[in-house]
């Protein structure tokens, strides 16, 4: 069974002083992966600029449109349709022996490998003081205690938008309990990798037929490395497993590494940027 | 085109260097040697030597090296009249040259010339042959180093070096992970700095290899001197310098993108108000290549095109004078306009070549430079043909215990501190002080790494202040190319020359000069 | 670059030859002292409007000189020459550039003192033999490629303005000093200090072998193609230069090639006689051509 997706993305977005010279870069295509297959990718924009498509530094496919004629206002608009493959999250074999799995988490070539999932970023920096607020039942299993990590941080935070932005740090989201998908993200990772378990942080877009949060905007999740099962999506604004209703788009350390829109703008005063995101699945 | 002069002051390419020793209490006259006789009234007939540094210019007996020799009796010929006159005479062939910087007063800004020294430094063709091998091996370690850690770390998997090498490093980019530069080089333009300890051997410094600079003033330095004083070069047969650009060029041509030809190079600058400026406008022209801003680049297709008046250029090969974070504001800063939107992903797709390569600055983080012994061994399978400074590395309980008991023989610094901030200089610490460092080091101990203090040698340098020679502490500044199987050493460098007296400290922004620096041919 | 340097020889040319001129001039009105320097004062473009205002030679001298303070001086002239050969300093050669910076501080290091009191003559004659260095340091050691064609774009440009404000201001001058000793407007010793200050009065005095007079020397400075200070060669070299910037042949009525032929056409066949009658709204029309011309360089060439 297989799930046929149009997704539409379209930016707005307006300058107060005329802009003479503009870069944007979008991180926006669905990746195609073992779970999603690409159909079409299509791109415009108000100007009529062409655009690249190209790959990021973290490899990821990009949209690149550079204008350098003087405007006021550009809206973008992208369509992609994908097929994504239904999706069992808990379709994989049993982690083997716990304490070896615990063994091999804290040895040194497992932390070179995932040196960079491991590491503590800006936006994902746990103050000294909550060192000791979700720690690890190391009885457990690997993917048990993340289970109890997804829900924790669903019940710790609760959504609500326009709290925080994309530079509210993690010590405010802890103590004032509320956020958006990338709050509950980040603070996901960094207590996953606190406990030694390699975490990224995953944009992409979710289909809401099911009424979940994420309201029409790009959703956030978290994919952690588990030794023998491999990396495992979990989406804590939900307390879910990532499934066949989250289409990735990119991953990285933090929402930086995979913000979906880039801009290097020349122009002075302020600027108005909104997004409107449709996520349609058909059943094929 | 451009409206408005303002030239920031410049300050010489380099970070402090913190090594004191003594200022030198007793003064010694030239005593024995046999010069003196003849020199009463002339330029050097006040040179006092102290024995306890090193003279450059001295051998161990006390006399004059030979290499040396001739220089002395010619310049001893000189009044100092004569002498003055030579000194005003170079100064106004930096002026001419504009190899200048502005300092601003109250009113009006003064622009000033790079103190230069007209008594050159000369180097034995033997000795330069160890520090010319020295500097490509330490070059070619620092490339396979950085292969590794941007590949698959096989030198910290197998515990040489510890991993927040690479975890902690600001100057890790891991963005760069698994991407292959072309011709398999990072670091192609490398500045080795080397100074010679009381022991009289060479120790390096530092390794620097984001963008090294310096190179033309060592360039303009050999210009001055020969209008000045062409005729001390016919006693002498020195190899020349004017040959880095052609090297650099050819170097830089050979890692060229697959499937082209006949590459175009360029120089990015950050622009005019640069400190480093003339550098940039300097190489780019004696290369004969265009010097570019970023805006003067774009990015279509991943391929990276110049502006012409023409229509777009393709560029294949881009030696940056900009540092990583500024090269594409899409992928690092954000508020770079430094850079080329896109850059980086044409990098990434092998369509442009950058040199140095991104994410090299990781290679000479001080961390690193503690551990050179291990990586040239580890990568060449060598023994360092130049000295480290030795590295005690307070993790380790034995050299622990060794640095507790000698602090007031050795500097304690902080790891992660950059800047010269927490240094402790043990002979100008109380004994008060030492104990507070000793308790601080035992504590943490993983925060610190001690070195012993070295003591930089000296060569005579003219004062303008009291008209003579005196005695000076100087460095040195080597530049090593590497291309595809192809490498280069800048034969000479820049000697730099604390002017303070005592002082050890060779940065331009805190009164340091420089020599032009002979290496003669075998 | 090429339009301060040559600025700053028009300058340095018009102090001295107008100082040293007006010291034994034939007629109270040009030895005047006064006029003399209201006359220096309206060549840079600030009019002295009160004439019953007295002027210290001195302030004058200094304020044209080496005031950096004002932005016409011949030492921000230079300055601004500096600058942007230190901006295109990959560009051009080491000698022109070495050239340019012993100009530079040359005039920076000039005593302030000196050059008021008894330097003017040292001064200015050292501006203008540094300039012809720099002209031949130009045409001998640059590629003759673009960034030639740009700085003597520049050149020409200038050279055409200069000599044009030049003329306004001696024709501003000769109106004021006629009549004293019984001269006519059109047999102003004024003529010939003109042609002095445009370094074109012995290659004047060859071709028409008379004393200078309105009409033969407005022909020969402006329309004249064959005295290389007139208006109509630096327009036919502006126009040789901007054709290896824009080599095209299309038509295209937009272009900077385009413009510079019109008015390049338009002086090429003009009469000295339609001129005379209105010099002062020919002078204006000239200028104001000079000026298009320049920001539709800028705006070709310059803005990308």
Same mark, same amino acid.
């Given at each position: 069974?297989?799930?046929?997706?149009?997704?539409?993305?379209?930016?707005?977005?307006?300058?107060?002083?005329?802009?003479?010279?503009?870069?944007?870069?979008?991180?926006?295509?669905?990746?195609?992966?073992?779970?999603?297959?690409?159909?079409?990718?299509?791109?415009?924009?108000?100007?009529?600029?062409?655009?690249?498509?190209?790959?990021?530094?973290?490899?990821?496919?990009?949209?690149?449109?550079?204008?350098?004629?003087?405007?006021?206002?550009?809206?973008?608009?992208?369509?992609?349709?994908?097929?994504?493959?239904?999706?069992?999250?808990?379709?994989?074999?049993?982690?083997?022996?716990?304490?070896?799995?615990?063994?091999?988490?804290?040895?040194?070539?497992?932390?070179?490998?995932?040196?960079?999932?491991?590491?503590?970023?800006?936006?994902?920096?746990?103050?000294?003081?909550?060192?000791?607020?979700?720690?690890?039942?190391?009885?457990?299993?690997?993917?048990?205690?993340?289970?109890?990590?997804?829900?924790?941080?669903?019940?710790?935070?609760?959504? $609500?938008?326009? !709290?925080?932005? &994309?530079? %509210?740090?993690?010590?405010?989201?802890?103590? /004032?309990?509320? +956020?958006?998908? #990338?709050?509950?993200?980040?603070?996901?990772?960094?207590?996953?990798?606190?406990?030694?378990?390699?975490?990224?942080?995953?944009?992409?877009?979710?289909?809401?037929?099911?009424?979940?949060?994420?309201?029409?905007?790009?959703?956030?999740?978290?994919?952690?490395?588990?030794?023998?099962?491999?990396?495992?999506?979990?989406?804590?604004?939900?307390?879910?497993?990532?499934?066949?209703?989250?289409?990735?788009?990119?991953?990285?350390?933090?929402?930086?590494?995979?913000?979906?829109? $880039?801009?290097? !703008?020349?122009? &002075?005063? %302020?600027?108005?940027?909104?997004?409107?995101? /449709?996520?349609? +699945?058909?059943? #094929? | 085109?451009?409206?408005?002069?303002?030239?920031?002051?410049?300050?010489?390419?380099?970070?402090?260097?913190?090594?004191?020793?003594?200022?030198?209490?007793?003064?010694?006259?030239?005593?024995?040697?046999?010069?003196?006789?003849?020199?009463?009234?002339?330029?050097?007939?006040?040179?006092?030597?102290?024995?306890?540094?090193?003279?450059?210019?001295?051998?161990?007996?006390?006399?004059?090296?030979?290499?040396?020799?001739?220089?002395?009796?010619?310049?001893?010929?000189?009044?100092?009249?004569?002498?003055?006159?030579?000194?005003?005479?170079?100064?106004?062939?930096?002026?001419?040259?504009?190899?200048?910087?502005?300092?601003?007063?109250?009113?009006?800004?003064?622009?000033?010339?790079?103190?230069?020294?007209?008594?050159?430094?000369?180097?034995?063709?033997?000795?330069?042959?160890?520090?010319?091998?020295?500097?490509?091996?330490?070059?070619?370690?620092?490339?396979?180093?950085?292969?590794?850690?941007?590949?698959?770390?096989?030198?910290?998997?197998?515990?040489?070096?510890?991993?927040?090498?690479?975890?902690?490093?600001?100057?890790?980019?891991?963005?760069?992970?698994?991407?292959?530069?072309?011709?398999?080089?990072?670091?192609?333009?490398?500045?080795?700095?080397?100074?010679?300890?009381?022991?009289?051997?060479?120790?390096?410094?530092?390794?620097?290899?984001?963008?090294?600079?310096?190179?033309?003033?060592?360039?303009?330095?050999?210009?001055?001197?020969?209008?000045?004083?062409?005729?001390?070069?016919?006693?002498?047969?020195?190899?020349?310098?004017?040959?880095?650009?052609?090297?650099?060029?050819?170097?830089?041509?050979?890692?060229?993108?697959?499937?082209?030809?006949?590459?175009?190079?360029?120089?990015?600058?950050?622009?005019?108000?640069?400190?480093?400026?003339?550098?940039?406008?300097?190489?780019?022209?004696?290369?004969?290549?265009?010097?570019?801003?970023?805006?003067?680049?774009?990015?279509?297709?991943?391929?990276?095109?110049?502006?012409?008046?023409?229509?777009?250029?393709?560029?294949?090969?881009?030696?940056?004078?900009?540092?990583?974070?500024?090269?594409?504001?899409?992928?690092?800063?954000?508020?770079?306009?430094?850079?080329?939107?896109?850059?980086?992903?044409?990098?990434?797709?092998?369509?442009?070549?950058?040199?140095?390569?991104?994410?090299?600055?990781?290679?000479?983080?001080?961390?690193?430079?503690?551990?050179?012994?291990?990586?040239?061994?580890?990568?060449?399978?060598?023994?360092?043909?130049?000295?480290?400074?030795?590295?005690?590395?307070?993790?380790?309980?034995?050299?622990?215990?060794?640095?507790?008991?000698?602090?007031?023989?050795?500097?304690?610094?902080?790891?992660?501190?950059?800047?010269?901030?927490?240094?402790?200089?043990?002979?100008?610490?109380?004994?008060?002080?030492?104990?507070?460092?000793?308790?601080?080091?035992?504590?943490?101990?993983?925060?610190?790494?001690?070195?012993?203090?070295?003591?930089?040698?000296?060569?005579?340098?003219?004062?303008?202040?009291?008209?003579?020679?005196?005695?000076?502490?100087?460095?040195?500044?080597?530049?090593?190319?590497?291309?595809?199987?192809?490498?280069?050493?800048?034969?000479?460098?820049?000697?730099?020359?604390?002017?303070?007296?005592?002082?050890?400290?060779?940065?331009?922004?805190?009164?340091?000069?420089?020599?032009?620096?002979?290496?003669?041919?075998? | 670059?090429?339009?301060?340097?040559?600025?700053?020889?028009?300058?340095?040319?018009?102090?001295?030859?107008?100082?040293?001129?007006?010291?034994?001039?034939?007629?109270?009105?040009?030895?005047?002292?006064?006029?003399?320097?209201?006359?220096?004062?309206?060549?840079?473009?600030?009019?002295?409007?009160?004439?019953?205002?007295?002027?210290?030679?001195?302030?004058?001298?200094?304020?044209?000189?080496?005031?950096?303070?004002?932005?016409?001086?011949?030492?921000?002239?230079?300055?601004?020459?500096?600058?942007?050969?230190?901006?295109?300093?990959?560009?051009?050669?080491?000698?022109?550039?070495?050239?340019?910076?012993?100009?530079?501080?040359?005039?920076?290091?000039?005593?302030?003192?000196?050059?008021?009191?008894?330097?003017?003559?040292?001064?200015?004659?050292?501006?203008?033999?540094?300039?012809?260095?720099?002209?031949?340091?130009?045409?001998?050691?640059?590629?003759?490629?673009?960034?030639?064609?740009?700085?003597?774009?520049?050149?020409?440009?200038?050279?055409?303005?200069?000599?044009?404000?030049?003329?306004?201001?001696?024709?501003?001058?000769?109106?004021?000093?006629?009549?004293?000793?019984?001269?006519?407007?059109?047999?102003?010793?004024?003529?010939?200090?003109?042609?002095?200050?445009?370094?074109?009065?012995?290659?004047?005095?060859?071709?028409?072998?008379?004393?200078?007079?309105?009409?033969?020397?407005?022909?020969?400075?402006?329309?004249?193609?064959?005295?290389?200070?007139?208006?109509?060669?630096?327009?036919?070299?502006?126009?040789?230069?901007?054709?290896?910037?824009?080599?095209?042949?299309?038509?295209?009525?937009?272009?900077?090639?385009?413009?510079?032929?019109?008015?390049?056409?338009?002086?090429?066949?003009?009469?000295?006689?339609?001129?005379?009658?209105?010099?002062?709204?020919?002078?204006?029309?000239?200028?104001?051509?000079?000026?298009?011309?320049?920001?539709?360089?800028?705006?070709?060439?310059?803005?990308?």
């Amino acid at each position: 069974m297989a799930l046929e997706y149009s997704i539409n993305y379209v930016a707005n977005n307006r300058y107060e002083n005329p802009v003479k010279e503009a870069h944007w870069q979008f991180t926006i295509i669905p990746e195609a992966n073992s779970s999603q297959e690409q159909i079409t990718v299509s791109f415009q924009n108000s100007l009529h600029i062409p655009h690249d498509i190209s790959i990021n530094g973290y490899g990821f496919q990009t949209l690149r449109v550079s204008a350098r004629q003087p405007l006021s206002e550009v809206v973008f608009e992208a369509s992609f349709k994908l097929m994504k493959k239904e999706v069992n999250p808990f379709d994989f074999q049993p982690e083997g022996n716990i304490e070896q799995t615990y063994k091999k988490m804290g040895g040194l070539d497992f932390k070179i490998d995932f040196e960079p999932f491991l590491r503590c970023t800006r936006l994902t920096n746990l103050p000294m003081e909550y060192g000791d607020i979700f720690r690890f039942d190391f009885s457990k299993a690997v993917f048990d205690n993340l289970i109890d990590l997804n829900k924790w941080t669903y019940e710790h935070l609760y959504f $609500k938008t326009n !709290v925080t932005n &994309v530079d %509210t740090t993690l010590k405010e989201i802890i103590e /004032k309990r509320h +956020g958006v998908c #990338q709050d509950f993200t980040h603070l996901f990772c960094t207590l996953a990798r606190a406990n030694g378990v390699p975490a990224r942080y995953v944009s992409g877009y979710l289909h809401q037929g099911n009424g979940y949060f994420g309201d029409s905007q790009m959703h956030a999740w978290a994919e952690t490395y588990i030794p023998n099962i491999g990396w495992v999506g979990f989406d804590p604004t939900n307390n879910l497993l990532a499934n066949t209703n989250h289409i990735k788009v990119a991953h990285g350390k933090d929402y930086n590494d995979c913000s979906p829109l $880039k801009g290097v !703008v020349y122009t &002075v005063g %302020t600027n108005e940027t909104s997004h409107t995101v /449709k996520v349609k +699945g058909e059943q #094929q | 085109m451009l409206t408005k002069f303002y030239l920031k002051t410049k300050k010489f390419p380099n970070k402090c260097k913190i090594f004191i020793s003594e200022a030198p209490k007793n003064r010694y006259l030239l005593g024995k040697n046999h010069f003196m006789t003849n020199l009463e009234n002339q330029i050097f007939s006040s040179y006092q030597r102290n024995p306890e540094l090193y003279d450059e210019i001295y051998d161990q007996k006390g006399d004059i090296k030979e290499v040396y020799q001739k220089l002395f009796e010619l310049y001893g010929e000189h009044s100092i009249e004569d002498y003055v006159n030579l000194n005003a005479k170079a100064k106004s062939s930096f002026f001419n040259q504009g190899i200048t910087f502005q300092v601003y007063g109250d009113n009006d800004s003064k622009e000033k010339i790079f103190p230069f020294d007209l008594f050159p430094r000369i180097i034995a063709p033997e000795e330069w042959d160890i520090i010319e091998r020295g500097a490509i091996q330490r070059s070619k370690a620092l490339n396979l180093f950085l292969w590794d850690v941007y590949h698959e770390k096989k030198i910290i998997r197998q515990g040489v070096v510890p991993m927040d090498l690479i975890g902690s490093s600001v100057n890790y980019l891991d963005k760069m992970n698994g991407v292959d530069p072309t011709g398999g080089i990072y670091n192609h333009i490398s500045g080795t700095d080397v100074i010679k300890h009381n022991d009289g051997k060479y120790y390096v410094l530092e390794d620097n290899i984001r963008c090294p600079s310096g190179v033309s003033y060592v360039i303009c330095n050999r210009t001055a001197l020969k209008r000045a004083l062409f005729g001390v070069f016919n006693h002498y047969q020195t190899h020349t310098v004017t040959n880095y650009a052609e090297n650099l060029l050819e170097l830089l041509e050979s890692v060229k993108p697959k499937g082209v030809d006949v590459p175009t190079c360029v120089v990015i600058t950050p622009g005019m108000y640069n400190s480093a400026f003339y550098e940039h406008s300097y190489l780019a022209k004696t290369m004969g290549v265009e010097l570019v801003e970023g805006r003067d680049l774009f990015v279509e297709n991943d391929f990276v095109y110049m502006k012409t008046i023409r229509g777009p250029e393709k560029v294949d090969v881009i030696y940056r004078r900009i540092d990583d974070l500024f090269i594409d504001p899409l992928e690092f800063r954000p508020d770079s306009t430094l850079g080329v939107p896109g850059l980086f992903a044409a990098y990434k797709k092998g369509n442009v070549t950058l040199a140095n390569a991104p994410g090299t600055g990781v290679a000479d983080d001080k961390a690193v430079y503690t551990y050179m012994p291990e990586i040239i061994k580890y990568y060449l399978d060598e023994e360092p043909i130049l000295n480290n400074v030795y590295t005690y590395h307070c993790s380790r309980p034995d050299e622990l215990k060794y640095v507790l008991e000698h602090i007031p023989e050795l500097v304690i610094k902080p790891v992660d501190e950059a800047g010269g901030y927490g240094i402790s200089i043990g002979n100008r610490l109380t004994k008060q002080e030492v104990e507070r460092v000793k308790i601080e080091v035992e504590a943490n101990p993983r925060k610190y790494v001690a070195q012993p203090i070295m003591s930089l040698s000296v060569h005579p340098t003219y004062i303008d202040e009291s008209e003579s020679f005196e005695q000076r502490h100087v460095d040195l500044r080597t530049f090593t190319v590497m291309g595809k199987d192809k490498e280069f050493v800048l034969k000479g460098g820049l000697t730099r020359v604390a002017l303070q007296k005592g002082n050890l400290i060779v940065n331009s922004s805190q009164g340091g000069g420089s020599k032009d620096t002979w290496v003669l041919k075998k | 670059m090429g339009r301060y340097i040559e600025r700053s020889e028009h300058i340095a040319r018009y102090l001295s030859v107008n100082y040293f001129s007006s010291l034994d001039a034939p007629n109270e009105i040009s030895q005047s002292r006064q006029f003399v320097l209201q006359s220096m004062l309206f060549m840079v473009g600030s009019p002295v409007d009160d004439k019953t205002h007295k002027l210290q030679e001195e302030t004058i001298l200094y304020k044209i000189g080496l005031d950096p303070a004002y932005d016409f001086s011949i030492i921000n002239n230079v300055k601004h020459a500096r600058e942007n050969a230190n901006s295109a300093r990959d560009l051009i050669s080491t000698e022109l550039y070495e050239a340019i910076n012993k100009f530079y501080h040359f005039t920076l290091n000039y005593p302030k003192e000196v050059f008021v009191k008894n330097g003017l003559y040292d001064f200015t004659t050292n501006v203008t033999e540094m300039t012809a260095v720099l002209r031949g340091k130009i045409r001998g050691t640059l590629l003759h490629d673009a960034v030639y064609a740009i700085i003597m774009l520049g050149m020409n440009i200038e050279r055409a303005t200069q000599i044009i404000r030049i003329i306004n201001a001696k024709y501003h001058d000769a109106l004021k000093a006629q009549g004293s000793y019984g001269d006519k407007f059109s047999k102003s010793f004024e003529w010939t200090t003109l042609l002095k200050c445009a370094e074109s009065y012995d290659m004047m005095r060859r071709l028409y072998k008379k004393t200078p007079t309105s009409i033969s020397t407005l022909e020969f400075l402006i329309l004249n193609p064959n005295c290389p200070r007139s208006i109509m060669n630096c327009l036919n070299q502006v126009y040789n230069h901007i054709k290896i910037l824009h080599p095209s042949n299309r038509y295209d009525n937009q272009s900077t090639a385009f413009l510079i032929g019109k008015v390049r056409a338009e002086y090429e066949y003009k009469l000295v006689e339609e001129i005379e009658g209105n010099i002062q709204i020919f002078i204006e029309d000239i200028l104001h051509n000079l000026t298009q011309i320049s920001l539709k360089i800028e705006k070709e060439f310059f803005s990308f």
